[in-house]
């Protein structure tokens, strides 16, 4: 039995050190790194990538779930009744979530209103009605999106409901209102290209989950080319109507290759007419 517990220990043991060895191998990759440049010498970062996360779902750490509606059952919840006939394609997949130490630092009225968004998912949020995703939410949505840059011009082009961003290359300054994607600019530090963003609505969502900001939130973002198809991307948000403090997010984003190198169109508006406006019609459909 003592062999056995110590042959246990051992293999235990040898994980944990191959586990330290393996990611200190991978962050020395990731220094030694050398990526593509531009005319300029900075990092090029052309090219169409995509997360492979559920942060969509939740960026905070969560287990798997029969619907994001759901309504109380005779022993666990089940789906909302609206969502039902989805059965495991409505079903939430566990994540590991990207908030760095786990949780969101909400200030305890913020809380109760991000509980009243999950509870109301259906007709609360944003990305049901097609609404622009805002930023970070973009990032993470299970959509590619491309950036286009060149040492005089930076465009990121979104898959979700044609979504765009022109970054600024200057600081423009306090943006002259507010909008769903928020106003840009870009600097850079060493090889890590900075974009920071303030200018947002407080209509948009982080998630399906209900997690939410104001109409104060700033984020900065980080991009580090880390490989020939990865980044290393970075979101820091500080909103002091909602959070005690500011909070980062990170994640890897992966290149697309081939012929999945392009971005489709994602033109979900039409796709919702009938949600949004079936009511109008002269005989409305069924429901």
């Known amino acids: 039995m003592d062999e056995k517990r110590s042959s246990r220990r051992c293999i235990k043991a040898m994980s944990a050190l191959l586990a330290v060895c393996l990611v200190s191998l991978s962050a020395a990759a990731a220094e030694s790194y050398q990526p593509p440049r531009l005319a300029s010498g900075k990092p090029d970062f052309n090219g169409v990538w995509q997360v492979l996360n559920n942060a969509n779902y939740n960026i905070e750490p969560h287990g798997g779930q029969a619907a994001m509606a759901l309504r109380e059952g005779p022993v666990v919840p089940v789906p909302a009744k609206e969502v039902l006939a989805l059965g495991a394609v409505g079903a939430v997949p566990a994540g590991l979530g990207v908030v760095e130490g786990g949780k969101i630092p909400y200030q305890p009225a913020a809380l109760i209103q991000r509980d009243k968004n999950r509870q109301n998912w259906l007709t609360s949020d944003p990305e049901i009605k097609c609404y622009l995703p805002g930023i970070p939410r973009a990032t993470y949505m299970p959509h590619p999106f491309q950036i286009f840059h060149n040492d005089e011009a930076l465009f990121f082009s979104y898959q979700y409901a044609n979504a765009v961003r022109n970054i600024y290359l200057t600081d423009p300054g306090p943006a002259p209102i507010d909008s769903w994607m ?87 508006v039409e796709y919702v007419e009938e949600l949004m406006y079936g009511h109008l019609r002269k005989t409305p459909l069924e429901k």
């Open 182 to 268: 928020g106003l840009s600019w870009a600097s850079w530090d060493d090889d890590t290209l900075v974009i920071k963003s303030s200018g947002y609505n407080d209509r948009t969502w982080l998630d399906r989950a209900g997690n939410f900001h104001s109409d104060v939130l700033k984020v900065t973002e980080r991009f580090t080319r880390t490989s020939d198809h990865t980044i290393h991307y970075e979101a820091t948000l500080e909103d002091e109507k909602v959070y005690t403090k500011p909070w980062k997010i990170s994640m890897p984003l992966y290149k697309r290759v081939g012929a999945d190198d392009r971005i489709q169109q994602f033109n979900c």
